[in-house]
């Protein structure tokens, strides 16, 4: 039976597959092992979906949502003139996974299994299991990102982590920041502490860029660039949309290199940033989140030097300065990873895990079932209907499965068995009452008798 692992993040979405035999290998989109999450609701009615999704996203800007996860409180999104509920949108990414792995495996993975911030409560949940629901998938198990990502250091990396042994994890992703120890069990690891930063990421490290360059070209070219930051037509909003392309590129380019340029359309400028003028702009927040990773380490009754070792995960992790920053503050060097995108969804289905996914209930409308495949072709979500103003069909409530209850039992108290057959005295006081009441109106009967016959 294949196991389909599947890492659903706010900029990019990763997924192997692992076959019967044990072999782990990656999904491919467009030929790359990342898949933007990325949807775009073309004017046609399809839903496109990552790279096709970012290309199309220059069109009509306002028909593209980058980020989905990071709407995952908001109920529903707008794309276009369309309100489509957050677990559907949700759904659209998940299904290109399940196509892709239905046709690298030649059928639906057996079993699949979902990664999850480890903070992230029912409600959270059960919204990423009914997006499963609809993308057609068979129902997911969820396993938390840290829990996954310590499967990966033992089970890839051979890493020695003793039971009652634990080890951090530093989780710095496109939207968000988790910290979390985990401990070492006879079957799996557990969560000892975590801690997290939900305004920390990637995306806001792009932020951070953009007002770096708006100290300089904001007042040599200022109606330029407020139009870049406020945009009022589709005109704008497609510069706007190719200078975040620009500074995300650049971003990851001064990961390795010293300097990168950035072109900022509508000014026909290429912008010089240099690698010490982004830790400059990145310093203060991954100080946060070192000193969040400490607070954790901290809540779990642990010493720095205790942890079997800090691990580094998700793609924002590459920053050089982060390594730098955890050694001088924490006093461990952490351990880095050529692709820490991957790192916790191949963990995820090298996890010991229960014999059952858990579902958690529905906490809302859902559509009735799977979404129908696009015939877009690859690159194509599913094609959702065109009515206004929702783009689904009428919803129907998911009622959660009655649970069967248990009887109850009753607790018999020390003592001799019963014979077979018989039944112990002390369980049947009726039997006792009502053979005395014959007893008594025997004797009154005889009583009576005697009298009668002496008159």
Known sequence: MHVLGIDFGTSNTVAVLRSADGRVRPLLFDGAPILPSAVYYNSDGRMLVGRDAERNARMDPARFEPNPK????????????????????????LQQVALE????????PGQVRLTHPAR?????RSILVDAAR??????????????????????????????????????????????????????????????????????????????????????SHPEDWRRLLTPRDDRDRRYRRMLYEDVRGAKETLSRTASADIHLPALEVDAHLTRAEFEDIARPPLERTVDCLQRAISAARLNPADLVGIFLVGGSSRIPMISQLIHTKVGVPPQ??????????EGAVRASTGPAPTEAPPTGPTSGGPISPSPGGPGTGPRPPAQAPSMLPPQTPVQPQPQPQPQPQTMMPPGPAAPQGKRPLHQEPAVLV??????????????????????
Do not use: C, N
């Not at 792995?101 to 639906?108: E, I, T």
């Not at 401990?183 to 792009?206: C, K, M, N, P, S």
């Not at 692709?339 to 969804?345: A, K």
């Not at 053979?435 to 008594?440: D, E, Q």
């Open 434 to 455: 009502t053979a005395a009441t014959i007893v008594v109106m025997v004797v009154i009967f005889i009583v009576l008798l005697m009298t009668i016959l002496q008159g």
């Open 134 to 219: 609809l993308a057609g998938l068979p129902q997911p198990q969820l396993i938390p990102e840290p829990v996954a990502a310590a499967s990966y250091f033992t089970s890839v990396l051979g890493t020695a982590v003793p039971p009652g042994r634990s080890l951090a994890i530093y989780d710095l992703g496109g939207g968000t920041f988790d910290a979390t120890v985990v401990r070492r069990t006879q079957t799996g690891f557990e969560v000892l502490a975590e801690e997290g930063i939900g305004d920390i990421g990637g995306l806001d490290f792009d932020h951070g860029i953009v007002e770096h360059l708006g100290k300089t070209y904001g007042q």
């Open 120 to 124: 992230w409560g029912e409600r959270r």
């Open 70 to 93: 990071r709407r995952i409180d908001d109920g529903s999104v707008f794309l276009g003139t369309s309100e489509i509920p957050v677990p559907q949108v949700f759904a659209y990414v």
């Open 101 to 108: 792995a239905q046709r690298q495996a030649g059928q639906m």
């Open 336 to 345: 880095t990873f050529e692709q820490p995108e991957t790192v916790v969804v």
